[in-house]
């Protein structure tokens, strides 16, 4: 789905990077409210995690392959606004260091990949978690839902785009059909991996998924057969107040383990196992070479990066160098998210307001 330079004309390019630019800020000030002590130490990770597994392409049918998107999984880990970060950290990581996506389009991109995704797959996680039971396996269920559809409606964004400002005279009927067809197939595989990383983080901290907050109800009483909010809790005793304390060191240093973990799974997989890869070209990559839609394409103006097409220059054994690239590109989003998110974490924290009686931010 990384719309290259030359698909969609420079007006529609132009609006949608205002789109793009228009949407970070509003989740600029969104992640705000979403990040904490829990998520925001997380998100960074979860855009490294997102960054390698879409190196991992899957064949979906005949000479096709088709990849992560990942707006639907950030969103329900992390929050919708922290969602679309995400996914706009692995775009530029990638369209800077890897020539992957055109930097003209990256208004296109941001705007099908990060945005459409993230506000479909969280908008249908949310009703659907409010209509199922009130337990994890709805959290999953939901995500599996969620992500599935995310990916055929970012293929009809991208050609309502290609509707407005397509650069070759291709029938839209022709591309919509092609581009929805193949991008349900990829949809299903983009579900399963979204239900079982969000099944495999909320089956040992369910309190670091973003989407299974509120899981458990607020406690009743009933009174005279009416239900009423139960009182709220007498001041904690100072013995109550140490052993919460040191639950809370035990979460830290949970929070501290599953982070340790989910980077290594990152760089092993960018590192090793995206060698076994499907080499097919992806979704958007079949429909444009099929019809036609590639003939403008221009050149990546990154395209003498040493690590264009996710490979170091000048190493000539394909798997060290597709691996050692995939490591740099963990470690740069790692590192580029962790930044972003913990500036604006900081900011949550400066705006805070200060004094016993100020209220919750």
Known sequence: MHVPDGFINAPVSAVTGVIAAGA????????RRELDERTAPLAGLVAAFIFSVQMLNF?????????????????????????????SVV????????????????????????IVTTVVAYAVFRGLVKVLPRRRSSVTAASFVAALLSVPCAALAFTAMY?????TDVPVGKVLTAMVGVHVLIGIGEAAITALTVGAVIAVRPDLVYGARGLTAPLKLRVGGELIDAPAAEPVPAAAR????????????????????????????????SFYASASPDGLEKVAHD????AKEQPHRTGDSPLAG????????ARLSGGLAGLIGVGATVVVGSGVFW??????????????NAEAV
């Not at 383990?257 to 760089?267: H, Q």
């Not at 996710?310 to 054994?317: F, H, L, P, Q, R």
């Open 24 to 31: 970070i800020a509003v989740s600029l000030r969104g992640a």
């Open 163 to 167: 509707a407005l400002g397509g650069t």
């Open 310 to 317: 996710y490979g170091v220059k000048d190493i000539s054994d």
């Open 91 to 114: 775009l530029l990581m990638q369209g800077i260091l890897f020539a992957d996506g055109g930097l003209t389009a990256l208004g296109v991109n941001i705007t099908d990949m990060a």
């Open 242 to 273: 140490s052993a919460r304390s040191a639950r809370s060191t035990r979460s830290t240093r949970s929070t501290r383990r599953i982070w340790g973990i989910g980077l290594i799974t990152a760089l092993v997989l960018a590192g090793f196992v």
């Open 343 to 356: 500036a604006v974490r900081r900011r949550r924290t400066q705006a805070a307001p200060a004094g016993p």
């Open 291 to 294: 019809k036609g839609i590639d």
């Open 59 to 87: 064949p979906v049918a005949a000479g096709t392959s088709g990849h992560l998107l990942g707006g639907a999984l950030a969103a329900i880990l992390v929050g919708p606004y922290t969602g679309v970060l995400c996914v």
